[in-house]
């Protein structure tokens, strides 16, 4: 397991449990500076590895994605999952007015490229979490409000990331082997209408809706164009790529059950 190297405190302590845990289970550690390593660099980390599974998220910066895939590449990894765990980036495009998710676009278009490795991308929608993050301004628990983006009718599915830890797992080791394919998964595929009758029937309390239409958030994204959380609700105003049924995802054709949203809020309370 590749980890920063500010995972241990100056005791040579694991900072985190999770991280122990794993030390536990038999996992070993390499402390490696994803940010500041170049791709040869990466490269050399990569080599001898057989799988590699990217779980970096966004939180190093833009251009991240691209550098660990053109490294993966490079080392001649045999099987690469990378950090795709969002919505469906063929649909979206490039000039979403989000970057980090035209990367991810690129990221697609570098592995179909090349036919040395194979891969796998789980596409999972949003964690589920994230609709209840107050400044993605769609449910705030505390205010008590929830608002559409979009229109009351537009969709968004949503996984956990307990599920998607799960599912990524099951997907890995897999018979028949899965490769060169986009995966979709989701914990629950909703509209704003049904996300505003599940959070009001689990938490017994009346919260006030409002509509974010597109025109709108466009409108405050040009005022504002470089709030990161603008550009995601413009995103998800649109709809494109940011849903899909659960009766086509690979865990309900496997009948392998997922935490919806009534069970992720309950577990909140």
């Known amino acids: 397991v590749i980890v920063s190297g500010r995972s241990r405190d100056k005791q ?3 900072r985190s449990s999770i991280h122990q845990q794993l030390a536990d289970a038999g996992a070993r550690f390499i402390p490696v500076d994803i940010a500041g390593s170049s791709v040869a660099a990466l490269k050399d980390q990569f080599h001898g590895f057989d799988t590699i599974i990217n779980c970096m ?12 895939t053109r490294a993966v590449l490079e080392a001649g990894v045999k099987r690469y999952f990378p950090w795709q765990f969002g ?10 007015g989000q970057p980090v998710w035209d990367e991810q676009y690129d990221v697609r278009t570098l592995l179909r490229e090349q036919n040395v490795t194979e891969w796998v991308i789980v596409s999972t929608g949003i964690f589920t979490s994230f609709l209840f993050e107050p400044a993605f ?8 409000t929830i608002n559409a983006l979009g229109g009351w009718e537009m969709q968004v599915t949503v996984t956990s990331p307990t599920d998607i ?4 797992t099951e997907i890995y080791l897999h018979q ?3 490769t060169n394919e986009v995966v979709f998964v989701a914990g629950e595929t909703t509209s704003y209408a049904k996300l505003a009758e599940t959070v009001e029937r ?11 239409t597109l025109p709108d958030l466009q409108e405050q994204l040009r005022l504002h164009p470089h709030d990161p959380m603008l550009r995601y609700r413009v995103a998800f105003a649109r709809g494109d790529g940011m849903w899909w049924p659960m009766s086509d995802t690979w865990n309900a054709q496997h009948h392998l059950p997922t935490q919806d949203i009534a069970a992720w809020l309950k ?3």
Do not use: C, E, M, W
């Open 57 to 68: 998220g966004f939180v190093a910066g833009a251009g991240t994605q691209i550098k660990i």
């Open 137 to 144: 301004g769609v449910v705030n628990l505390a205010q008590k």
């Open 165 to 168: 830890g799960r599912l990524t």
């Open 12 to 14: 040579s302590k694991r």
């Open 87 to 96: 919505v469906n980036y063929d649909v979206v495009g490039k000039g979403s």
């Open 202 to 212: 689990v938490t017994q309390q009346t919260f006030t809706r409002g509509v974010l």
């Open 267 to 269: 577990t909140q309370q």
């Open 176 to 178: 028949p082997r899965i």
